[in-house]
């Protein structure tokens, strides 16, 4: 059984930072694309980012470029979300995803795996 645990979420003031870790039991963890998605009270899932399968490869939404950054360690299973100069419109359930791809993609409909979330409050 595949599983993907978030976690690293919580309170931060607005410009503060927060790293969100999922672990992931997939296996080879390498054959798979991560990505991170988030959604907001009354609002959609929206794409995040997406890192490939060797971290050669990452996308972000422009919301979020120059911010947040992505990566993965293959040799522990685990892909990261670094988030820094936080704004209050961050705020949202943070969902890990993975996609058996060696492409990332912003689709939320072509990853196969998804975390239970975690959540993220920036306050004003």
């Known amino acids: 059984q595949v599983q993907l645990v978030e976690s690293g979420g919580g309170l931060v003031q607005a410009g503060g930072s927060l790293r969100l870790s999922c672990a992931a039991s997939?296996?080879?963890?390498?054959?798979?694309?991560m990505g991170w998605f988030r959604q907001a009270p009354g609002k959609e899932r929206e794409f995040v980012a997406a890192?490939?399968?060797?971290?050669?490869?990452?996308i972000y939404a422009d919301s979020v470029k120059g911010r947040f950054t992505i990566s993965r360690d293959n040799a522990k299973n685990t892909v990261y979300l670094q988030m820094s100069s936080l704004k209050p419109e961050d705020t949202a359930v943070y969902y890990c995803?993975?996609?058996?791809?060696?492409?990332?993609?912003?689709?939320?409909?072509?990853?196969?795996?998804w975390g239970q979330g975690t959540q993220v409050t920036v306050s004003s």
């Open positions: 997939v296996r080879p963890f390498s054959r798979y694309t």
């Open positions: 995803a993975g996609r058996s791809s060696y492409l990332p993609t912003t689709q939320s409909g072509h990853y196969d795996y």
């Open positions: 890192i490939d399968w060797i971290g050669g490869t990452t």
